[in-house]
T-cell receptor, first 113, second 113 residues
Framework: KAGVTQTPRYLIKTRGQQVTLSCSPI?????VSWYQQTPGQGLQFLFE???????NKGNFPGRFSGRQFSNSRSEMNVSTLELGDSALYLC????????????FGPGTRLLVL | AQKVTQAQTEISVVEKEDVTLDCVYE???????LFWYKQPPSGELVFLIR??????QNEISGRYSWNFQKSTSSFNFTITASQVVDSAVYFC??????????FGTGTRLTVIP
């Protein structure tokens, strides 16, 4: 099976812009979670989607949003970018017989200038 | 509240030495899952192992072994005969119920040839 894929891999934006990141889960997985990784805060949970519904949400401002499509692909959007949003954004999928285990994609490195 | 502590920030060993990465967790849930992930410089989090709270059996997989002890809330990871390819950041994580993963701060392992 193909693993989790994320696009784009690298992104440079300026403050105030918005950005959309995409994640395609492992085939058959219906849950997609997003995490932000920064040197200062480590790995932090953003949100989780299951069957097109947000099932869980971390402690991030409303500028961070997401959605999931009927094919389980997911997108996350960050509006009004701030310098502190520079991070590695990781997507993970889970499902099937090992639904407790999350498998991660390669991440999208976002740099906000 | 859930918490994962990885007290070792950085470890350096010479190739072929054994090394143990420590992980201590906190949770009031009786059902939970513990994980170890490896993050090489490329950034992707690679799943290594999952342990259920009701299964305290230790596990060995090649040069890797894991020691899960509920009495001390620890889930330690040992690499035997370390190799340069083991150099990475290793994360311990905790998942309760249908919730997200709570990550430790990671341990950066450097294996010196």
């Amino acid at each position: 099976k193909a693993g989790v894929t994320q696009t784009p891999r690298y992104l440079i934006k300026t403050r105030g812009q918005q950005v959309t990141l995409s994640c395609s889960p492992i085939s058959g997985h219906r849950s997609v979670s997003w995490y932000q990784q920064t040197p200062g805060q480590g790995l932090q949970f953003l949100f989780e989607y299951f069957s097109e519904t947000q099932r869980n949400k971390g402690n991030f401002p409303g500028r961070f949003s997401g959605r999931q499509f009927s094919n389980s692909r997911s997108e996350m959007n960050v509006s009004t970018l701030e310098l502190g949003d520079s991070a590695l954004y990781l997507c993970a999928s889970s499902g099937g017989l090992t639904q407790e285990t999350q498998y991660f994609g390669p991440g999208t490195r976002l740099l906000v200038l | 509240a859930q918490k994962v502590t990885q007290a070792q920030t950085e470890i350096s060993v010479v190739e072929k030495e054994d090394v143990t990465l420590d992980c201590v967790y906190e949770t009031r849930d009786t059902t939970y899952y513990l994980f170890w992930y490896k993050q090489p410089p490329s950034g992707e989090l690679v799943f290594l192992i999952r342990r259920n709270s009701f299964d305290e059996q230790n596990e060995i997989s090649g040069r890797y072994s894991w020691n899960f002890q509920k009495s001390t809330s620890s889930f330690n990871f040992t690499i035997t005969a370390s190799q340069v390819v083991d150099s990475a950041v290793y994360f311990c994580a905790l998942r309760t119920g249908a919730n997200n993963l709570f990550f430790g701060t990671g341990t950066r392992l450097t294996v010196i040839p």
